[in-house]
């Protein structure tokens, strides 16, 4: 054949080639270390999580998958890390809805979820209302009773403006039409100090950490978050039983740079959730009232759009503002 | 109640003293020494780095090294500050003071000698405090609410100007400045960006170690490189590390009272250890019959606060054993390790898991005599280390610092800002004004305003709540005592002056 030819030959293969690459790709992957970026620092319940899930990827892989803590500015920093990233499918993020939240209220150099490719819902832990054993209150009836009839006088403690223990108290309050006073804090720690000292009244906690002193009588809970109850609390009513069905709870999930290849985000997605669904996996963080999702990327994607949607509503109808 | 005592530090210490055990203290107290030396690394990076290695132990021995690494680094802290004037963390900051003063003087080893003796007779002391005192002391810490923590963090703002050897009015500034430069960043209460000029790397506000760094580590740096025009040796012929008789004789009751200070103090959450180690410098600096000596190589003004910092480190871990609610950083990766291990701090762990607690508790005790068995003959090498040409000295040290700094949150721009904060305190050392009252200011400032909000918040705005809470008054009452017998002192000196004139 001609040189001629030859070069047409070429230029028609070349890009049937560079189809079945991008698969060849997703066939090789992963080669090399994955970054595993979360929005947070070190030694939180949420780090603690990530950590033991990229412990068993690591096994399930054969590929290290590296925790790259970049915590700070309120959850937007790993995020932002991630959207910058290249799509290579070695670097995922692990957030909380607590990101999305930030997202929404400042204007950030991303737009969550839409500079992401959602990979799955991995887990989504359940929160106590707890309250301190001075308030004159065993559930949420009677603790909007009380509210109605004190207006302004309760208080309830959060982890920070924008935070989803500060969100959802906003849109209960609105909700049931009562007045609490917001109480800030920088950490749940401080908070459960002064809810046990009576000084605060209510707050809605992380499970994992409040749980020791709901069983030692430091603290009562008034109600739990998610579908049913959880194996760690059994006695603690869920806030649905209590005819309360609007409360969001809180959702932890993987997603990937947007541009990331449609089969390296599946290959992803099949692997974090036959990790979510190993036995030992769910039965280690049950223990914690941790249930583990694992949906597609497609549901959790849609998923994203909706809490998104629900919540830009609710923050412009509260008025959370930060600026 | 002497009884239970006894049984449960014999239960401890025969855990302790399991031959796997005594080797994770000695790994854990070795690597907090080292990184302690080490200006710029500090125990929380390292805990991180190791925290996926301890997954795999048995979470008492994980924890024993663990806390090998926190407390040892206090130790080793302590020599950075007396030798090279670069405080390892927050709480070794007033360390440098005296301590770096002495080490000019070329009485390295004695300084070094006292600190560590010291930090060993408060860490057997806050031994047996927790031991004896462990359930109680947690409603110690329930009683401190927003008001008292307010309260306390205005002793510790006027500790500061205490400190101040020179000019007041030049301290004062300086704790000022100091606030303002705490205020930059997302604030708690309203969830407002201060300051911040729309740069992620500081909605958080400074990091105390860039600060720290820059300041005491690129100014001096920069002033001593001035100086080499003389070809000054930096630090003198260092004479050996036995104390006088009378370093003794003075330093055992700074000894006592910052032991005492440091355990009580160490309980708080939140900067409970740095204001035990100011709080120890001002008392003494009081106490002290010739307090001009202070700044100037007082060794009370390193046996104090450094025994304060070793037992308030010791107690921090009380909180978070029984509360499950850590007092620092380092507490709360401590707290992460145990979930991943599946023990939930909190109240159930003295009664679900006493052979974790109470072996911890001893192998405490086990570890800083380990740490004073480790650090006396290393006296000698850090005191050679030292008399290395300086043009091979200071490279090393700026090295140690970007790769501190960096390793914090893994951000060039703390790097950036800690070059800007060296500019500055070079401005500052050329305009006599020094930066530990700032470094307090910076780190007091931000609690003192948090708490003030929260306080008035809960009270609906009634300022009377910080008088009538009884903590809350006596810490305000001895703030107010400790303000007029600082400031007296320098205004009748002035009038003295100028009466002569």
Known sequence: MNTRFKSILVALVLPLALLFASSALAQNYPNKPIRLVLPMAPGGAVDVTARIYAQKLTETLGQPVLVDNQGGGGGSIGPGIVSKAPPDGYTILYMSQSSLYTAIVHKLSYDMPEDFAPITWADAPQAIIAASPSLPAKSMKELIALAKAKPGKLTYASDGIGSSAHLTMELFKKKEGIDMLHIPYKGQGPAMIDMMAGRVDVKSCGIIAVIPHIRSGKLKALAITGEKRSVAAPDIPTLVEQGITYWHGSWKGFLAPAATPKEIVQKLNTEIVKVLNSPDIKARLAKDGIETVGDSPEQFAAFLREEKVTWTKAIKELGIRLE | MMTDVIHNLSMGFGVALLPINVLFCFVGTLLGTLIGVLPGIGPSA??????????????????????????????????????????????????????????????????????????????????????????????????????????????????????????????????????????????????????????????????????????????????????????????????????????????????????????????????????????????????????????????????????????????????????????????????????????????????????????????????????????????????????????????????????????????????????????????????????????????????FEENLRRAMLLSRGDPSVFLTQPISLALLLAAGLLLILVTLPKVSRTRDVAFRE
């Open chain 2, 46 to 447: 390292t805990i991180v780095l190791l925290l996926p290695i301890t997954f795999s132990l048995s979470p008492t021995g994980g924890l024993i090294m663990l806390a090998g690494i926190y407390y040892g680094a206090q130790y080793g802290g302590s020599t950075t500050s007396i030798l090279v004037n670069l405080p390892g963390e927050a709480a070794s900051v007033v360390t440098c003071l005296d301590g770096h003063a002495m080490a000019r003087q070329g009485r390295a080893g004695p300084a070094l000698f006292m600190a560590a003796v010291g930090s060993f007779i408060a860490g057997c002391f806050g031994t047996l405090v927790i031991a004896f005192f462990a359930p109680p002391l947690t409603e110690v810490a329930l009683e401190f609410g927003p008001a008292e923590y307010c309260s306390l963090m205005v002793l510790g703002l006027v500790s500061a100007v205490a400190l101040a050897q020179g000019s007041l009015l030049k301290a004062f500034q300086m704790v000022f400045l100091g606030l303002l430069l705490g205020l930059v960043g997302t604030d708690v209460t309203s969830g407002m960006e201060r300051y911040t000029f729309g740069l992620p790397d500081i909605y958080e506000g400074f990091s105390f170690v860039s600060i720290g760094m820059g300041l005491l580590g690129y100014a001096q740096i920069v002033a001593n490189l001035e100086r080499t025009t003389k070809r000054e040796v930096i630090i003198e012929d260092v004479k050996g590390w036995m104390p006088t008789r009378d370093d003794v004789r003075s330093s055992w009751k700074a000894i006592l009272r910052g032991s005492v200070l440091g355990s009580i103090l160490g309980l708080l959450p939140g900067g409970g250890a740095v204001i035990s180690s100011f709080g120890s410098y001002a008392l003494e600096k009081r106490l002290a019959a010739d307090p001009s000596r202070f700044g100037k190589g007082a060794i009370e003004g390193v046996a104090g606060p450094e025994s304060a910092n070793n037992a308030g480190s010791q107690t921090s871990f009380i909180p978070m054993l029984t509360l499950g609610i850590p007092t620092n950083t380092v507490m709360a990766l401590m707290l992460g390790a145990m979930m991943v291990w599946g023990i939930a701090p909190g109240p159930e762990v003295m009664s679900k898991q006493p052979q974790m607690f109470w072996g911890l508790i001893a192998s405490m005790w086990l570890g800083n005599l380990m740490l004073l068995v480790l650090n006396l003959p290393l006296i000698g090498i850090w005191i050679r280390l030292l008399k290395l040409p300086y043009r091979l000295l200071y490279p090393l040290i700026l090295l140690l610092c970007c790769i501190g700094v960096y390793s914090m949150n893994r951000n060039t721009a703390d790097i950036l800002i800690m070059a800007g904060f060296g500019l500055l305190g070079y401005i500052f050392n050329k305009l006599d004004c020094e930066p530990a009252p700032l470094l307090l200011g910076f780190i007091l400032g931000p609690l």
